[in-house]
């Protein structure tokens, strides 16, 4: 939980566990495919109904976190027991639903936000019911990813919600906001058992990892479109390189960065070339998700391949991995080369393959400073 949802559950008294259960039955409704909003009732500090939103599941639209979470209170502990409870939500109630609550003799309303349904809000007031706003951006931040992508299923809110998102976030994907609230509670838990950050000066530090890697997948996700045209020189089969594109990526088994020197070389079919910028977007691309070293080589031939269909296609990449550098055997300088290679073998033999990729060799070592020793296929500083 954020440090103003802590300090408001503090000013008021208010056990955190419980809320965090309504955000698990939320989350419940999510993986179910409805809206994430979730419910839980407490009575003399045990839990004894909880609900999630159905409205998607069941196709019926009074089947709303509250209810369901009032209904099952009153199945398994009785009418009488929900008098003078609290209900954790991780919205105010709707119109309905605070009707409900105040029907039902529920004595305070605990919520994780209350902007979307603020007369709800004002009706249990009117009422004397009590009600405490923790304001937790968690889970404004989920609700938010879900609306985004489900503009279809949301006709919730008088207000709206505030948006949170540094971009839109309708293409992430139905489980993102999952995703990331989930990395939050991990990063948060291991704050919590393993005591590394204790002050407030990490307190974002949950939202921070969660956005990196929620950066990660925007960056991927998107279609990376090569625009072709004629070029002159390539008519006459020109090794076309480019070299020292720099990317950075994720190791998949460690989860530490990894960061490369691509280089890129490939002879075109028929006189079509691409800019040589979309080159080292390709290179970025395919470094923007967790990866190994290997794969990401391998994807950007055949992403060429496919693309532009040349005569040859060829990538090196020279990485520096850090689960090397900082952890294991720690070596600082050790270099990881990986290399892959495709060619139109109906206008080329192995031989012509074997030249162009010699022909490649020389000029990214003459173009990193490097001279190449053709006699011994070798590199001499």
Excluded at 193 to 206: I, K, Q
Aim: a negative charge; hydrophobic letters at 35%; proline letters at 2%.
């Amino acid at each position: 939980m954020k440090t103003k949802g802590i300090q408001a559950a503090q000013m008021h008294g208010i056990d955190l566990k419980f809320m965090e259960a309504a955000m698990e039955e939320a989350r419940k409704s999510m993986t179910e495919g409805g809206i994430p909003i979730g419910a839980i009732l407490v009575k003399d500090g045990a839990i004894i109904g909880r609900g999630h939103n159905m409205r998607i599941q069941t196709g019926n639209r009074m089947a709303h976190a509250e209810i369901d979470c009032l209904e099952d209170a009153i199945r398994s502990a009785g009418k009488q027991a929900v008098e003078g409870s609290t209900l954790y939500s991780t919205l105010m109630p709707c119109h309905m639903c605070a009707g409900a609550v105040v029907h039902y003799g529920v004595g305070n309303v605990v919520g994780a936000e209350n902007q979307t349904f603020p007369t709800g809000e004002r009706i249990l007031q009117t009422e004397g019911v009590r009600t405490i706003n923790l304001e937790l951006e968690e889970y404004q931040l989920m609700l938010q990813g879900y609306v985004d992508g489900h503009q279809e299923h949301w006709q919730g809110g008088e207000t709206g919600i505030k948006s949170l998102r540094r971009k839109d976030s309708a293409t992430l994907g139905a489980n993102w906001a999952l995703i990331e609230h989930e990395l939050q509670r991990l990063v948060t838990r291991l704050h919590a058992e393993l005591g590394w950050f204790d002050d407030e000066s990490v307190a974002n530090t949950p939202r921070m990892v969660a956005g990196f890697y929620r950066e990660l997948y925007e960056e991927h996700a998107g279609d990376l479109r090569v625009t072709q045209f004629d070029g002159p020189a390539s008519k006459r089969g020109t090794l076309i390189t480019q070299s020292r594109i720099k990317t950075y990526s994720i190791c998949i088994h460690h989860m530490l960065p990894f960061e490369c020197n691509v280089s890129i070389g490939y002879v075109p079919e028929n006189g079509r070339v691409i800019g040589l910028s979309k080159l080292s977007r390709v290179a970025a691309k395919f470094a923007s998700k967790p990866t190994m070293q290997e794969r990401m080589t391998q994807d950007i031939v055949d992403f060429l391949q496919g693309e532009l269909k040349p005569s040859f296609v060829i990538c090196l990449a020279e990485g520096i991995h850090h689960c090397s550098v900082i952890r294991g055997v720690c070596q600082q300088s050790a270099t990881f080369t990986t290399s892959a290679m495709n060619w139109n073998h109906e206008k080329l033999g192995e031989a012509d393959a074997d030249r162009l990729k010699e022909e490649f060799l020389v000029t990214i070592r003459y173009a990193n400073g490097g001279i190449y020793d053709r006699e011994n296929k070798t590199d001499r500083t």
